[in-house]
């Protein structure tokens, strides 16, 4: 029997523990997926919008991996500083496949990026995703402005979710807390930030057009930025997906005058260079504008706009964090690889693998990970007839919890899942996140017999 371990049971884990089940070339496979939290799903359950319930029903499809008898969930379980190391994970199995996603986000290294009222977007994702670890809050209070820098698709999800109306948000999911804040929020206007061009913008057609289509709220683009795309004036060029970003641009650069509640202007060609401050809160953010270099990139022109804004959301992408024992590129933030094969000092470390955003980086959509799960699986699968001749434990679990490791095991998540439905009807509401460690950890000790 081969056994593995999967550490991380977001997209690209629970695809792992799939690819595995699906080959026939193993009989016998068992596969333990570990996550620090007691809750599985990644960025399925802490990063896909509230209110993009139709992705989130992803979870379905994640969940039947994680029921198969030939898998077992481990949640809580610490692997690194602080808990198993790496080292003792590998001897429990005879694979260890990383699937640890990107933990932390880019920083823009300019003065007044940590003033107050400046936060990465992934802090605000994690507050309204009900992320155990948030402990931030007051986001939006007393906010009229906000800028979101950057003009990527985490950038779209977190603008949607500031111009939302508490009634499109009260079905969702989201914690309490951050549904009374939001729905209490006096935020009009949102400005996203490119530092390039229309065209070269990161988001996805599907997810630009979801912004036009919120009640009471108008979309606005500046008609002169989107002109000095050269994109614009020449869209053959253009790969399809930015052809038609362009054209629902387009679109929105000649609509009538704005007349919705909240309005969101996309702008472009803005570098940021300054966040300043207010009363010792930040009040604005100072870009220099730039225009085309004709490689696809952009110059400045040492001229500058302020936009004023009491919320700063920097959303310019996450990035790997390195795990204890595990070799890591600080460069690229991905530990090194050979198709999933982790690389020690260039050469393979047998029984050793990654794969998701720790392999390739934090790009991609969810699907993406499929593939991408498949090629280390592959792998692994080949060095399979080496990696069972290794004596390991019969059972890695009771190894696991000889070692003072005591996992949520999937009747404690599926105790969670149970107290998020009554938390959400004694509110009136449907499913309702728990917000923290404690009550989390509380419900899943209810598991029963
Ligand atoms: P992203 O797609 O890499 O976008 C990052 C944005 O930040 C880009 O516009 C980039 O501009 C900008 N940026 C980077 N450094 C900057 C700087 N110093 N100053 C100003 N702007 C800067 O990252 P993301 O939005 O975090 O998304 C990560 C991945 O998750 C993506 O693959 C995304 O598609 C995926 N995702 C998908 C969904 C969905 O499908 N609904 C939702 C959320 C996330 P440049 O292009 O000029 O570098």
């Known amino acids: 029997m081969l056994t593995v371990a999967v550490v991380g049971s977001g ?33 399925v359950r802490y990063g896909v919008a509230p209110d993009h319930e139709k992705i989130k029903s ?29 080292a003792r994970l590998r001897e429990l199995y005879h694979a260890v496949v990383y699937c640890v996603g990107a933990a932390t986000d880019r920083h823009l290294g300019i003065p007044g990026e940590e003033l107050p009222g400046s936060w990465s977007a992934t802090e605000f994702v994690s507050w309204y995703s009900a992320h155990p670890d948030s402990t931030a809050d007051g986001f939006v209070t007393g906010a009229r402005r906000a800028v979101v820098i950057g003009v990527g698709n985490v950038a779209v999800d977190v603008t949607r979710m500031l111009a939302r109306g508490s009634t499109e948000l009260s079905p969702t999911d989201m914690p309490h807390a951050a549904l009374t804040a939001l729905a209490a929020s006096e935020i ?9 061009g229309p065209s070269q913008a990161r988001f ?15 979309v606005t683009v500046d008609p002169r930025e989107l002109a000095l795309d050269p994109g614009y004036t020449d869209p053959s060029a253009l790969p399809a997906a930015s052809r038609r970003n ?35 809160r930040v009040g604005a953010v100072r870009f220099e504008r730039t225009v085309p270099d004709g490689h696809g990139g952009v110059t400045g022109t040492g001229r500058y706009e302020t936009i004023e804004a009491q919320l700063v959301l920097r959303s310019v992408g996450y990035r790997g964090v390195p795990l204890e024992g595990l070799p890591f590129d600080a460069v690229r933030g991905t530990v090194p690889h050979l198709a999933g094969r982790v690389l020690r000092d260039g050469a393979v470390a047998p029984g050793e693998y990654v794969a998701g955003w720790i392999k390739r980086g934090p790009t991609g959509v969810i699907g993406t990970n499929r593939p991408c799960a498949k090629e280390t699986v592959t792998s692994l699968i080949e060095d399979a007839p080496a990696l069972v001749r290794r004596d390991v434990p019969g059972d890695p679990l009771a190894a696991l919890r000889a070692a003072g490791v005591s996992p949520v095991e999937w009747a404690g998540w599926r105790a969670i899942e149970r107290a998020e439905a009554e938390l959400g009807a004694s509110l009136g509401r449907g499913v309702v996140k728990l917000p923290d460690w404690t009550s989390l950890l509380a419900a899943a000790r209810t598991e029963g017999p």
Not at 14 to 37: F, G, I
Not at 204 to 218: F, I, S, Y
Not at 247 to 253: F, K, L, P
């Open 11 to 43: 997209p690209s884990g629970v695809y792992t523990a799939q690819s595995l089940l699906q080959q026939r070339l193993v009989p016998e496979v068992r596969v333990d997926v570990l996550d620090r939290l007691p809750c599985p799903y990644g960025l």
């Open 188 to 196: 009009t206007e949102i400005h996203m930030v490119g530092r390039r």
């Open 246 to 280: 362009v054209e629902v641009m387009r679109a929105w650069a000649v609509a009538p005058p704005a007349t919705g509640r909240r309005r969101i202007g996309l702008r472009f060609f803005l570098r940021p260079v300054e966040l300043l401050a207010v009363d010792g």
């Open 204 to 218: 996805t057609t599907k997810e630009l057009r979801e912004l036009g289509a919120m009640p009471d709220v108008d």
């Open 58 to 86: 992803l979870q379905n499809n994640l969940r039947t991996v994680l029921e198969d008898e030939r898998v077992r969930f481990l949640g809580g379980v610490q692997v690194g500083p602080g808990g198993l190391p790496a």
